[in-house]
């Protein structure tokens, strides 16, 4: 399995931006698709976005695509989340994920091996 360690996580207020990282170590990272997940207060864990090793992604909703951005830096096993215009409906718990050779479809339906313990994320209105 794959470790996984969050960061980048804040306060902003509507409208702004913030980049979440996750550092992953281990020795198949390059195997793993990875992506992100979130669970806002009193909800149930959703998928946001995940990429695979070659860069190819899937977003939840147009909605997030518009305003998301997922990159994954292979040399640095190192995994983002660019968000943009920030509403205040994407305050959450963001959680880092990876999914043994796992198609992006398969990863957006769960079944993940590894999780980082989340990132908080607030957006103030």
């Known amino acids: 399995q794959v470790q996984l360690v969050e960061s980048g996580g804040g306060l902003v207020a509507a409208g702004g931006s913030l980049r979440l990282s996750c550092a992953a170590s281990g020795r198949t990272v390059s195997s793993y698709t990875m992506g992100w997940f979130r669970q806002a207060p009193g909800k149930e864990r959703e998928f946001v976005a995940a990429i695979r090793w070659s860069g190819e992604s899937l977003y939840s909703a147009d909605s997030v695509k518009e305003r998301f951005t997922i990159v994954r830096d292979n040399a640095k096993n190192t995994l983002y989340l660019q968000m943009n215009s920030l509403k205040t409906e994407d305050t959450a718990v963001y959680y880092c994920?990876?999914?043994?050779?796992?198609?992006?479809?398969?990863?957006?339906?769960?079944?993940?091996?590894?999780w980082g313990k989340g990132t908080h994320v607030t957006v103030s209105a």
């Open positions: 994920a990876a999914k043994y050779v796992a198609s992006l479809g398969s990863f957006r339906s769960g079944g993940v091996n590894s």
